[in-house]
């Protein structure tokens, strides 16, 4: 039996070595390429890497897109939340101020004006979570709005220079247009004032 543990002793001692001579190379990648055939390996690793490189840019830009697919139907809930609340508030000070609504259903009148506000915008965060959820669980929306976050995902936003550059020549234009169109307004005025005779 002491025999056969050897050989896997053995074994185990050429794993550890090989492994011991991977890491070795990964901290010095000269030591790798002084090996022969290591170019061959190097190339491969490399091809590998990029591979790796390339999934990961897919991924991410697939997070990304799903991310701005889950963050516009977060802020689609905000608003249908707080439009909800705003709705169910006014209509609930409408019917409050309305006597035969207040003698139909008298609990119309037994919250205050703060109360409703709170409780209007709790029933309007329960309906802006409900719609949300309901355009959520649609395939044809979800898909959708998937494809318009990959679009604007592709799309190349200018940098911070170029943004200020045409901020500047846009200022610039506008208020060369404004002297102009006074200049004109003034000189246009002096003429009619010389004709008509003010």
Not at 55 to 61: L, P, W
Not at 173 to 184: K, N
């Amino acid at each position: 039996m002491a025999k056969r543990e050897e050989p896997k002793d053995q074994e185990l001692d050429s794993d550890e070595e090989r492994e011991l001579t991977e890491d070795r190379e990964a901290e010095d990648p000269e030591r790798a390429l002084a090996k022969p055939g290591a170019q061959g390996l190097s190339a491969d690793r490399e091809d590998d890497d990029e591979d790796e490189e390339e999934e990961d840019e897919a991924g991410a830009a697939a997070l990304g897109a799903a991310r701005y697919v889950h963050a516009a139907f977060f802020g689609a809930g905000i608003l249908a939340a707080y439009l909800a609340g705003k709705l169910v508030l006014s209509g609930w000070n409408m019917l409050a101020d309305w006597p035969e609504a207040v003698r139909q259903v008298p609990q119309l009148i037994q919250y205050g004006e703060e109360e409703r506000g709170t409780l209007s915008l709790v029933i309007g965060a329960v309906i802006g979570a409900a719609v949300v959820i309901r355009y959520y669980r649609k395939e044809s929306v979800r898909k959708w709005a998937g494809e318009v976050a990959t679009e604007l995902s592709r799309v190349t936003w200018p940098n911070k220079e170029t943004v200020t550059n045409g901020t500047m020549v846009v200022l610039v234009a506008s208020l060369v247009a404004t002297v102009y169109v006074a200049l004109l307004d003034r000189f246009w005025g002096y003429l009619t004032n010389l004709v008509y005779g003010a």
